[in-house]
């Protein structure tokens, strides 16, 4: 958390008193306070878009969420680490870091299926799923078994990792679930594969001017009617580190 300090305190990393008016970093925890240059010296870390301070920051659990990492990279050899401007970044990039970050922590699938009953969640709404399914062949089968323990149906379902080509997709079925499937990467032999299952309440159609194979990036999109809106849905998979510059060099014509 960034601040202006209105009364006077000491940064707890050099220990020198912060002068009325200087912009701190604050512990979203304990509010232990350092000075905002002292950040990159100190042990704060900046965990699910916020600040910790040593102390506190043992107890956080890290939400995954590899989008966070493409936001702040403009700031990493920066003097302002704690940046939260996206520079450069995709703003839609942002938008999906804050909802990664907001995201719930199941523990199995009878504290999610609670957890729906709670709330005002319908099928009705727009519900996505991601997985790394870490190949059909082995793992299709399991997840397909949960999908139907679950007391929800999600609108579409995105898979990486499938190993999977488009023409074996129906080898892999989901009830109620149509399958759009990207080409695989044809130089390795696992680890590739996108794919997404649109539920048949939505109207879809593939957008084939997203979807790509290339060797760092796969992709693969469908344009979808949920009511009066229209929407794109997809997922995108890296076999590297992804860099804003990759996705700006992608050529989607």
């Given at each position: ?73 403009n700031?990493?050899?920066s ?7 996206i ?20 523990n ?15 099928n ?130």
């Amino acid at each position: 958390m960034m601040s202006r300090l209105l009364h006077k305190e000491v940064c707890w990393h050099c220990k020198k008193n912060i002068n009325f008016g200087q912009v701190i970093t604050e512990c979203e925890s304990c509010r232990t306070v350092i000075h905002r240059k002292c950040f990159k010296k100190s042990s704060f870390e900046i965990i699910n878009s916020k600040h910790y301070c040593t102390s506190c920051k043992v107890n956080i659990e890290v939400i995954y969420n590899p989008f966070e990492a493409l936001c702040q990279s403009n700031s990493e050899h920066s003097d302002r680490p704690y940046d939260s401007e996206i520079g450069d970044c995709f703003e839609d990039l942002n938008t999906i870091s804050s909802i990664l970050n907001n995201c719930s922590r199941y523990n199995n699938i009878t504290d999610f299926n609670n957890s729906i009953e709670a709330s005002s969640v319908k099928n009705e709404n727009l519900s996505l799923l991601f997985q790394n399914v870490d190949g059909n062949k082995t793992n299709f089968d399991s997840l397909a078994v949960n999908m139907q323990r679950l007391n929800h149906k999600f609108s579409v379902i995105g898979l990486a990792e499938t190993n999977t080509e488009p023409e074996n997709k129906s080898l892999f079925n989901l009830d109620e679930y149509s399958s759009y499937y990207q080409n695989i990467n044809s130089t390795k032999f696992k680890g590739t594969g996108v794919a997404l299952y649109v539920h048949d309440s939505l109207k879809a159609e593939r957008d084939n001017d997203l979807c790509k194979t290339t060797t760092d990036f796969e992709s693969v999109f469908v344009t979808a009617m949920m009511g009066n809106k229209k929407m794109k849905i997809g997922v995108t998979y890296s076999h590297t580190t992804l860099q804003v510059g990759m996705i700006n060099n992608t050529s989607w014509n």
